[in-house]
Every structure is written in C-alpha cells, then in structure tokens.
C-alpha cells in the first residue's frame, strides 16, 4: 500500500491510500464495511498487521465498491507530512563516495568509518511535501540538501540481530536531511539539522511488502531542475539491517520512529565551488518506488 496523510479545504489531516491518481479514505471505508480503521498512520502503524490486512482487503473489492464520498483525486488534496515521528535517527557518511566528499569539505574523517555514525533530528524539524524549507540568512549561509531513504519502524526493536531487523519494518519513504553547514557546534550537529522544517517527510510512505529490495533504489535530487545527486542505495557503507541491530543495541526503536539511512555524495558542501540553497530554489527529492518529495525554499527572516 501506499498511505499518506491528506487534507480537504477546511478539514482535518487523515489517513488515505494513494491509488493511482486517486486517495481512498481508509477510515471512511471501514465505517460503510462495519469496520474500524485508525484515523492516522501512526495509529495505523501501532495497530500492527491487523489493521494492515483489513485495509488491504478494503482496498481489493476496487473503485466500482468504495462509497463516493470516501474517494478524492489526487489533485484535489493537500498531501501533508505521512507522520510525527517519534524520534527520526540520521546516518552520516553512509555512501562511500560522500565520505570522500565530506573529508574535503566539511572536515570530516577520511577514513571510513567502522560503525555507522549516528545524530538526531527533533520532530519539529519536519514537514510534508510542498511545504517551505525555511532559510533563515540571520542564521545560515550554507544551507543544503541531501536526499535519503527513509525507512519507517513498524514494530518495538530493541538488541535486533541483522537476520531480524526487516521484521521491525513497516515501509519506506524519504527525508531531505537539510543542513545549515555554518551551524556545527564544535562538532555537534543537532541545531544545524534540527531547525523547524530541516526534515521535509513523504509524500507517502509504502509498505515494506511493495518495495522487493529497498537496497536497490535509485535515488536523485535536483534543484531547480538540475540533478545534484544521483546513486542508488546498493551504495550504502551500512546496509539498512546492519542499521537497525546497531541503533537497536543500545536505543529502543519504537513503531512510527525513522531513521534517514544517509545521503549519497552531490551535497551542496562538496560542489567546486560550494552551492547552497536560497529562497525562492525548488529541490525535488526522487527515490524509486516511493515518488519525489518536492519543496520550495523561503526566506524566514
């Protein structure tokens, strides 16, 4: 399936599956079957598989059943951000090409690294497609993008071997892990990630049972039309297992939490010269499977 969080002029952010170009209502298409669905993803999520089969079953009965008033076109909502996360867990240096790139540019080890390298983002710093990157020129000169996959926990992991990890997976979407270069404190990067809007989320996220591989995803980013990123999630230094049983050895992984696996190289940073973001910039992050997660940039002075 492919769910997103969506709104109508005037309502409230809920719960539908993208079909095509349509946007089922999953709770309203539980009430006329006398069943109950969940509201939002992340009840969804929690409800566990029983709620994912109701709704896949919903769902296969096709348009000629579902009740007119649970069905919208696609161009007719407001797609918003899939979900809060609890907590999103960043990757650095992930793709071996961008270790390379970030030792020359911003400081970084050359060496790669032996295990992966971990930050976080706050659940403030998201927000859905189509809606502003905020730059803030009181605050940074050196704001960039980075495209990555983004997979979404489904079930409570905690000391999860590599073999078990995809078990705890829910599905997949992306995050543009935005970062304001110039605002690394003596190493640190919590508030050059974590501003308001610094985690752009969605547009969907698609179950784990769509994606065959998701360690054979092209992904790509552009800005303004032109390609700044392109390479494919074989790439990875950590694959996303390896991920999972890492974080999970000391960090409870719960349903609904994301961790951003790492960008690959063609960030901002590592340009001859330097490029960063400015108002009024369009960056369209694309990964296979799931679709482009577009968002304008705004000056938040």
């Known amino acids: ?33 006398d069943v109950q669905l969940p509201l939002n993803l992340l009840s969804f999520i929690r409800a566990g598989a029983t709620a994912q089969d109701t709704a896949r079953g919903l769902l296969a009965d096709g348009p000629a059943a579902w009740p007119a008033e649970a069905v919208h076109r696609l161009d007719e909502v407001s797609l918003r951000a899939p979900l809060r996360p609890g907590k999103i867990i960043g990757v650095g240096l992930n793709y071996v090409e961008h270790v390379e790139e970030s030792s020359r540019s911003l400081d970084t080890d050359r060496e790669r690294p032996s295990r992966p390298v971990l930050f976080s983002k706050p659940a403030t710093a998201v927000t859905g497609p189509g809606q502003p990157i905020l730059h803030n020129a009181d605050l940074t000169t050196q704001l960039d993008w980075e495209c990555e996959l983004a997979v979404v926990i489904g079930r409570t992991a905690f000391r999860v071997s590599e073999e078990e990890a995809y078990d705890h997976i829910f599905g997949y979407s992306i995050v543009n892990d935005i970062s304001a270069r110039d605002q690394r404190r003596s ?115």
Do not use: C
């Open 1 to 33: 399936m492919r769910l997103v969080t969506y709104s109508l002029p005037e309502t409230p952010e809920r719960l539908g599956a993208q079909v095509d170009d349509l946007v089922v209502d999953l709770a309203t298409l539980a009430t006329q079957a």
């Open 187 to 301: 190493g640190q990067w919590f508030f050059s990630k974590g501003q308001d809007s610094y985690a752009p989320f969605g547009p969907a996220v698609v179950t784990a049972d769509e994606i065959a591989d998701p360690m054979a995803l092209d992904l790509s980013l552009r800005v303004n039309g032109v390609i700044k990123q392109k390479s494919n999630t074989r790439h990875m230094l950590f694959p996303i297992a390896r991920l999972i049983a890492d974080i999970s050895s000391g960090v409870t992984l719960e349903p609904g939490d994301v961790i951003a696996t790492g960008s690959p190289a063609g960030v901002g940073a590592g340009m001859v010269p330097p490029e960063f973001l400015h108002p009024g910039d369009t960056v369209e992050a694309t990964v296979e499977g799931i679709g482009t997660l577009t968002n304008p940039v705004v000056d938040a002075r």
